[in-house]
């Protein structure tokens, strides 16, 4: 596959041709997701849920992000990389988003940034894009404010329906390539990307936005503190690997592991008796 860029991504919309968007925090499932064929990697805040064991993907550090995104891009050079903005790093004023995202940009060398919000954030979107940076954006269910929502809850419910589509819309306004809507109606999902010229990826969104993301450690059933209505497992590679690691410990303890194959030779008995 060759190297995923915007304009492929462009072209995949006004084809109809549906885009598939993964998150990895990794080399080894970098590889693994660059020889699926994967249009685009998030190296997303979520590693610290998924990786770390935290609540909420607030904690992450941009420094924490850079050293993740390095590892992917060494892994996975046909996907586009997308590296995310973590909680911290781009509200404070449009001069700090511009600095983050540069970070990112040169030191963990992914091929763009995302950052959450809506109109509120339009100013820094706007702002990182006419430093040279592209923008990805996230709207709907937002994960670094979700407890000023109330917590992981479906938006765009009823009337609020329109307040998530002026978010979009601003989004692109603001020159963002695409847009991740999370948590929403179905209905408001297909609305949305109707009314936007850039592809949108939805997680939560229903069925007929123009791509699809998920995290990785969700849908191989790796991460079972919860599972979202909205992922599908196509694995559960916990109880495989579990399995593994039993059979494992029962090889050690009847002394069956390690076999013949598994073993090195080139020196006998005979060759060490007198340093016994």
Known sequence: MAKVTIQKLEKMKADGEKI???????????CVVNQAGIEIILVGDS?????MG??????????EMI??????????????????????SYNVSEQQAIESANRMMKEGRCDVVKLEG??????????????GTPVMGHIGLTPQTASKMGGFKVQGKGEAAREVLADALAIQEAGAFSIVVEGVPEALGKLITAKLDIPVIGIGAGRYTDGQVMVFHDMLGFFDK??????????????EIKGALGEYKDDVRKGTF???????????????????
């Open 47 to 51: 590693l610290m849920m998924t990786v």
């Open 54 to 63: 935290e609540n909420t993907t607030v904690p992450c550090t941009i420094e």
């Open 226 to 239: 919860f599972v979202p209505k909205f992922v599908k497992q196509y694995l559960h590679l916990n109880e």
């Open 118 to 131: 809506g109109r509120e954030m339009a100013h820094i979107v706007k702002a990182i894009v006419d430093s």
């Open 20 to 30: 598939s968007m993964i998150t990895s925090y990794d080399y080894a499932t970098a």
């Open 67 to 88: 050293h993740h995104i390095k590892a992917v891009v060494a892994g996975a050079p046909d996907p586009m990389i997308v590296g995310d903005m973590v909680f911290g």
């Open 258 to 276: 390690p076999g013949d194959d598994n073993v090195f030779g080139g020196v006998t008995d005979e060759d060490l008796k007198d340093l016994y």
